[in-house]
Every structure is written in structure tokens, then in C-alpha cells.
């Protein structure tokens, strides 16, 4: 087989996989929205979350290996270069202020010391929403933006919190997807996939198929 037969062949599976993902993050954003809409109908106050609003993306956000690859996949060269730029400063803030050394760092610690995640366009807002990682759709504050942006009001926000049982499932099905997960920061992930290998963080955990299935039991 030549190399341009290989090529091609990587990419329809990497293809196929990215159409399985993208299906398991609608079906996803569709169960999350919602039980959301619900839960606002019963207390009057609507989520303030949506594509205008970049506060949590001031936090850390975590992805699996193949969420990082299929926003990757979105780019073109000019747009890598400019992403490769930022992740070079998230990086610099990450690693040298120890933020890799916490399996799941403190806001009130990460938001001063780590620039804001570099897939933010020049309005500050997200330019690959509908392909943001599973654990950005479930993120939904339940009261004003205010208590995202203010660190000193931040502990007074509320967040919606989803069953087990459906994380579980949707862990599931999102291991079947490549067998496994290898979940870490998102811009690790990124800064692996652009720029090369880079120091391990204690959030790096690998989930496999066979797991899943034994906590799904």
C-alpha cells in the first residue's frame, strides 16, 4: 500500500471517529439542555451559560485525547500557528506556577496565574463551541455571569450538578468511541498534538473499555 493510501485511510478512520464523537456530544448537549430548561422553569432564573459568556474559560478545562484532536482537526495551518503562539503562553503559566503538579487545581488559584483558554477569538468567545469537549457541555452556572467573573463572588455561585448514572453512560459510550480515554487538560492535550511532548500532569488519568464496563454493572 502506498503512502498516499495510508494517508487516506488514517483519515477516514479518524473521520469515522470524529462522527461518532460529534454524535455523542449533540446527543449530549440535547440531554444537558434539557434538564436545565427544567430546572430554570421551576426557579424563574435561567442558566447565564452560552456561547457569548467566556468566564469558565478562565477555568481549568479538562478533554480526552480525541476531543483535542477533533478541534485540531478543524484548523488550518494559519490558524495552528496562531493557536501554537497562545498555548505557548497558557504553557508558560501552567507549568510555572506549578498548576501540573494538582490533579484538579483551585480556581481561586488557576484563574490569576493561567491565561485564558487560547481557542478564545479576538471577542473572547469560544471559536470552536459546537466541538467543545463533553466536560465544557456540562458545565452550567446557575446563577449570574457576575459569579464567574468576581473570584470574591465565585464561591456563591451554583452549578448544576447531573446523575452518575448518566456521566457514567456517556463515559461509555465515549470509550467505545477508541476503546479508552486519556483525559488531562485540554491545552496539554493540544500543546502535545502542536508543539510536542510536554510534562506529565497529575490530572492525566487513562480510562480503558473494560472499566467502564465493570462500573457500569
Same mark, same amino acid.
Given at each position: 500500500?502506498?503512502?498516499?493510501?495510508?494517508?487516506?485511510?488514517?483519515?477516514?478512520?479518524?473521520?469515522?471517529?470524529?462522527?461518532?464523537?460529534?454524535?455523542?456530544?449533540?446527543?449530549?448537549?440535547?440531554?444537558?439542555?434539557?434538564?436545565?430548561?427544567?430546572?430554570?422553569?421551576?426557579?424563574?432564573?435561567?442558566?447565564?451559560?452560552?456561547?457569548?459568556?467566556?468566564?469558565?474559560?478562565?477555568?481549568?478545562?479538562?478533554?480526552?485525547?480525541?476531543?483535542?484532536?477533533?478541534?485540531?482537526?478543524?484548523?488550518?495551518?494559519?490558524?495552528?500557528?496562531?493557536?501554537?503562539?497562545?498555548?505557548?503562553?497558557?504553557?508558560?503559566?501552567?507549568?510555572?506556577?506549578?498548576?501540573?503538579?494538582?490533579?484538579?487545581?483551585?480556581?481561586?488559584?488557576?484563574?490569576?496565574?493561567?491565561?485564558?483558554?487560547?481557542?478564545?477569538?479576538?471577542?473572547?468567545?469560544?471559536?470552536?463551541?459546537?466541538?467543545?469537549?463533553?466536560?465544557?457541555?456540562?458545565?452550567?452556572?446557575?446563577?449570574?455571569?457576575?459569579?464567574?467573573?468576581?473570584?470574591?463572588?465565585?464561591?456563591?455561585?451554583?452549578?448544576?450538578?447531573?446523575?452518575?448514572? +448518566? &456521566?457514567?453512560? /456517556? !463515559? =461509555?459510550?465515549?470509550?467505545? @468511541?477508541?476503546? $479508552?480515554? +486519556? &483525559?488531562?487538560? /485540554? !491545552? =496539554?492535550?493540544?500543546?502535545? @498534538?502542536?508543539? $510536542?511532548?510536554?510534562?506529565?500532569?497529575?490530572?492525566?488519568?487513562?480510562?480503558?473499555?473494560?472499566?467502564?464496563?465493570?462500573?457500569?454493572?
Amino acid at each position: 500500500m502506498i503512502d498516499e493510501d495510508i494517508s487516506a485511510l488514517q483519515a477516514a478512520m479518524n473521520d469515522d471517529r470524529f462522527d461518532q464523537l460529534d454524535k455523542l456530544h449533540t446527543t449530549a448537549t440535547e440531554i444537558f439542555g434539557k434538564a436545565i430548561a427544567k430546572e430554570s422553569a421551576k426557579t424563574g432564573v435561567p442558566s447565564p451559560c452560552g456561547d457569548k459568556c467566556p468566564a469558565c474559560c478562565r477555568e481549568p478545562v479538562y478533554a480526552s485525547r480525541l476531543e483535542a484532536e477533533r478541534i485540531v482537526a478543524l484548523m488550518d495551518e494559519a490558524r495552528k500557528e496562531v493557536i501554537r503562539e497562545k498555548l505557548t503562553f497558557w504553557l508558560a503559566g501552567f507549568y510555572g506556577t506549578g498548576q501540573h503538579k494538582v490533579e484538579r487545581p483551585s480556581v481561586y488559584e488557576y484563574i490569576p496565574s493561567v491565561p485564558p483558554c487560547p481557542l478564545l477569538d479576538k471577542d473572547g468567545r469560544c471559536s470552536v463551541y459546537e466541538h467543545r469537549p463533553l466536560e465544557c457541555r456540562a458545565h452550567f452556572a446557575m446563577k449570574h455571569r457576575s459569579y464567574c467573573e468576581d473570584l470574591a463572588k465565585r464561591r456563591e455561585q451554583k452549578h448544576a450538578l447531573f446523575g452518575d448514572d +448518566l &456521566m457514567m453512560i /456517556l !463515559c =461509555v459510550e465515549h470509550m467505545h @468511541i477508541e476503546n $479508552g480515554i +486519556l &483525559m488531562d487538560h /485540554l !491545552c =496539554v492535550h493540544l500543546a502535545e @498534538i502542536l508543539l $510536542g511532548a510536554q510534562p506529565e500532569t497529575e490530572a492525566r488519568v487513562n480510562y480503558i473499555a473494560e472499566f467502564a464496563e465493570e462500573e457500569k454493572k
